[in-house]
């Protein structure tokens, strides 16, 4: 199957400052991408997702102005995490597909965000 | 919104088939069933899916039932690595957006 990577894989960072993860499909090229959180023991939860070349779609009750997501190109969709809190903290998760060649999705090993 | 019900836990003996079952009686009929596996501190795996058919494959087999209101995934030799969270998700196969529940979590015995 196909490979998708996430960086950085974990980050700790200060409360009010942003964050952005990268996920990348390293041997296919995607045009739709999914961005999930995960908390401690709970199921993923669809965040958004996002076109390459076009604004992101957020599932309903996710605030685009604090998850920004930029799909750049066909390989590379980041996730911004502004000014984050505490509450942020969480595990993301990035999924890359349907492709040409794959009709699943591919996910990401994950980043794991704690904000102090 | 997730659509599926999973039972929360199951446990199996290593070595022994595992029947993990999943309802989706609101399914439509162009809906794809989609089983993914998580190990804990990993992104989600992907196990199998299918439509209509019985599906094998190297990992698993998927038997859908006839009205395809439910499904069930057979692992038929359970080992240690077996032991992950499954996920059946139903998705309309050009979108995939995944609205996943809230799983079953396998633990295999030795």
């Known amino acids: 199957g196909a490979v998708v990577s996430q960086h950085p894989s974990r980050v700790i960072c200060k409360s009010g400052t942003s964050v952005k993860i990268e996920c990348r499909s390293l041997?296919?090229?995607?045009?739709?991408m999914f961005w999930y959180r995960q908390f401690p023991k709970k199921s993923l939860m669809l965040m958004a997702t996002?076109?390459?070349?076009?604004?992101?779609?957020?599932e309903q009750g996710v605030e685009k102005d604090k998850f920004l997501i930029n799909h750049a190109s066909l390989t590379l969709s980041t996730l911004t995490v502004t000014s984050a809190h505490p509450e942020d903290s969480s595990f993301y998760i990035c999924?890359?597909?349907?492709?040409?060649?794959?009709?699943?999705?591919?996910f990401g090993p994950g980043t794991r965000l704690t904000v102090l | 919104d997730a659509k599926t019900t999973q039972p929360n836990s199951m446990e199996s003996n290593e070595e022994e088939p595992v029947h993990l079952p999943c309802n989706h009686s609101?399914?439509?009929?162009?809906?794809?069933i989609h089983w993914y596996r998580q190990l804990p501190s990993q992104g989600p795996e992907y196990v199998i899916h299918?439509?209509?058919s019985n599906v094998n494959n190297r990992m698993a087999s998927l038997a859908i039932a006839e009205d395809r209101k439910s499904s069930t995934l057979i692992l038929h030799r359970a080992t240690l690595r077996d032991a992950a969270v499954y996920y059946c998700?139903?998705?309309?196969?050009?979108?995939?957006?995944?609205?996943f529940g809230s799983g079953t979590k396998l633990n295999v015995k030795p």
């Open positions: 041997d296919f090229q995607a045009t739709t």
């Open positions: 996002s076109n390459e070349g076009s604004k992101a779609t957020y």
């Open positions: 299918g439509l209509t």
């Open positions: 609101t399914i439509s009929g162009t809906d794809y």
């Open positions: 998700i139903e998705a309309k196969n050009n979108f995939n957006k995944f609205y």
């Open positions: 999924s890359a597909g349907p492709s040409e060649f794959y009709n699943e999705q591919f």
